[in-house]
């Protein structure tokens, strides 16, 4: 199952009003992925009970330097959110997000 959580249904690699690719959700794979191209970017997850584990932030070195492994763990984060989720970042990239952007400390184990 899919869902797109950022941007247009319209058009999925390009959200034309922002310019800013969609981010899908994808249940199945346990991820939040981009993709542009050819290429994808995607943030991986283990949802035990009511914790999310973060585990590994991949972005394919052609889509680097565009903020999307950034946006890829705002999406997890605010899905951890509405979902009340508590988070556990097992990935560096994502401890190093919410250490930068304190209003996700709150949802950490």
């Known amino acids: 199952m899919l869902f797109i959580l950022a941007g ?11 310019n800013k690719p969609d981010v899908i959700h994808n249940i199945e794979r346990n991820s939040f992925e ?5 290429f ?4 991986i997850y283990q949802q035990i009970g009511d914790i999310i584990v973060f585990t590994h932030t991949g ?17 997890g ?8 989720l508590k988070v556990q970042a097992l990935c560096s990239f994502v401890d ?3 250490q930068r952007h304190v209003e996700y400390r709150d949802l950490l184990t």
């Not at 994808?40 to 943030?43: G, N, P, R, S, V």
């Not at 972005?59 to 999406?75: F, Q, W």
Request: aromatic letters at 4%; proline letters at 2%; a neutral charge.
């Open 77 to 84: 984060l605010e899905y951890a959110r509405d979902n009340n």
């Open 40 to 43: 994808t970017a995607e943030l």
């Open 96 to 98: 190093g997000y919410i």
């Open 59 to 75: 972005v394919p070195a052609v889509m680097e330097g565009r903020g999307i492994g950034s946006m890829l763990v705002k999406t």
């Open 8 to 18: 247009t249904i319209g058009k999925k690699e390009k959200n034309m009003q922002n």
């Open 34 to 38: 981009v993709t542009l191209d050819s």
